[in-house]
């Protein structure tokens, strides 16, 4: 499977400012999403990367919240914008594996804003 | 879209029994159905997955069962160990992974 970088690992940010999360795969994939972990909960879908166009938000994500960059087939990145405590989570980036359309995890982003 | 329902929230086994978490489904379309484990710090790693063609999936320890008729499926662990102590959780996908939707999660602890 795929080998997936995320950084940084875990921030502590200042309420009304913007981290930004990046994700290194090291192999090129076709599918790349941003999840989000809220405390002690479940795996939520923020939006599916796209390369060369515009992120796919789900419901109750915005581009202006959550900007998502996909320069590349290996790369991406997750802008958490304005934060409050309440954007306080754990921030997934996963890829799907082409050649078993099996879905994988990066490590994780622990982010906690004060 | 799809719903899909992680029973129970919480499960504590001694070393060496059996542990099994289940799943339902909601949406009849759904035909991949991963396991993931979370252990404190990581993220989700794929354990083991079936496809709706399947009725059951081993792999060591760990064995999956899919009941279609009945939209659910469930993890079995067998021989419990102290490191499978994790939180376990269940997804459903019906067309592709944009759409995959995953349980709340199973906090497994096993006690030595």
């Known amino acids: 499977s795929a080998v997936i970088s995320q950084k940084p690992s875990r921030d502590i940010c200042q309420r009304g400012t913007s981290l930004t999360i990046q994700c290194q795969v090291d192999?090129?994939?076709?599918?790349m999403f941003w999840y989000r972990q809220q405390p002690g909960q479940s795996l939520t879908l923020i939006a599916t990367?796209?390369?060369?166009?515009?992120?796919?938000?789900e419901s109750g994500f915005v581009i202006d919240k959550f900007p998502i960059s996909r320069p590349n087939l290996t790369f991406s990145t997750l802008t958490v914008s304005n934060m409050s405590p309440e954007d306080s989570s754990i921030y997934l980036c996963?890829?799907?594996?082409?050649?078993?359309?099996?879905?994988?995890f990066g490590s994780g982003t622990q982010l906690s804003v004060l | 879209g799809e719903n899909v329902e992680q029973h129970p929230s919480t499960l504590s086994v001694q070393e060496g029994d059996s542990a099994v978490i289940k799943c339902t489904y909601s949406d009849s379309a759904s035909n991949y159905f991963p396991w993931y484990k979370q252990e404190l710090g990581k993220g989700p790693q794929l354990i083991i997955d079936i496809r709706s063609n399947v009725g059951e999936k081993k792999d060591q320890r760990i064995a999956v069962t899919l009941n279609k008729t009945a939209k659910h499926f469930s993890l079995h662990i067998t021989e419990t160990q102290p490191e499978d102590s994790a939180v376990y959780f269940c997804?459903?996908?019906?067309?592709?992974?944009?759409?995959?939707?995953f349980g709340a999660g199973t906090r497994l602890t096993v006690k030595p």
């Open positions: 192999s090129q994939v076709t599918m």
């Open positions: 997804a459903a996908a019906p067309y592709n992974n944009n759409d995959m939707r």
């Open positions: 996963s890829v799907e594996d082409a050649t078993n359309e099996k879905l994988f």
């Open positions: 990367a796209n390369q060369g166009s515009e992120a796919t938000y």
